[in-house]
């Protein structure tokens, strides 16, 4: 009897390691998936970041205006968008160009605020309210400098790996 009892083990000992072998394998699958939920929430948290950001930026560039470089600074503007909101811009450009340079304007602004409204992965968009002030100057006269206090909602898209702003519109 004590030879049989011996010999039991070695009868288990395939079956054991073919459920380690599982076991192992459902825990990989297991890790895999979590590395995948992990990345995603990654990538997701990154690209919220990123809309909020572009927004900002493109906030920034439209309070950016200065009668010698309106030229470069209308382009960083178009630069930084795309659909509608360029399309508005681009069609407006020449009038707010000519203006700039007419009045010496020197615009200048800071953003208060930017929050994250809306994130729609599927179409890679988001929507953004951004809260800006602005002061401008006119070079060469006594008019005193005038705040000005912008509130939008911005579209922005991600479009080539990069997040454009393609909507934009006042909020009062």
């Known amino acids: 009897m004590a030879l049989h ?18 076991l192992i ?8 998936r979590v590395g995948a939920d992990l990345d995603e929430a990654r990538v997701a948290a990154a690209d919220r ?8 930026r493109y906030a920034l560039i439209l309070m950016a205006v200065d009668y010698r470089t309106v030229d470069r600074d209308v ?19 020449e009038r707010l160009k000519a203006a700039t340079r007419e009045h010496k304007v020197v ?10 409204v809306s994130m ?16 401008v100057r006119w070079d060469g006269t006594k008019t005193p400098p ?8 911005m579209e922005v898209t991600k479009s080539r790996g990069a997040w454009w702003v393609s909507k934009l519109e006042r909020v009062t």
């Open 5 to 22: 009892a011996a010999r039991s083990p070695r009868r288990w000992l395939p079956l054991i390691v073919a459920l380690l072998i599982v």
């Open 75 to 93: 382009q960083r503007a178009l630069d930084s968008s795309m659909g509608q909101a360029r399309a508005e811009y681009e069609r407006d450009a």
């Open 146 to 153: 005038q705040e000005r206090f912008n509130r939008w909602r």
């Open 25 to 32: 394998g459902v825990l990989g699958v297991a890790w895999v």
């Open 107 to 116: 615009q200048t602004g800071v953003v208060r605020a930017a929050g994250l």
């Open 120 to 135: 729609d992965a599927r179409r890679a968009g988001a929507r953004v309210l951004v809260v800006a002030d602005a002061v």
């Open 49 to 56: 970041v990123a809309a909020t950001q572009a927004a900002e």
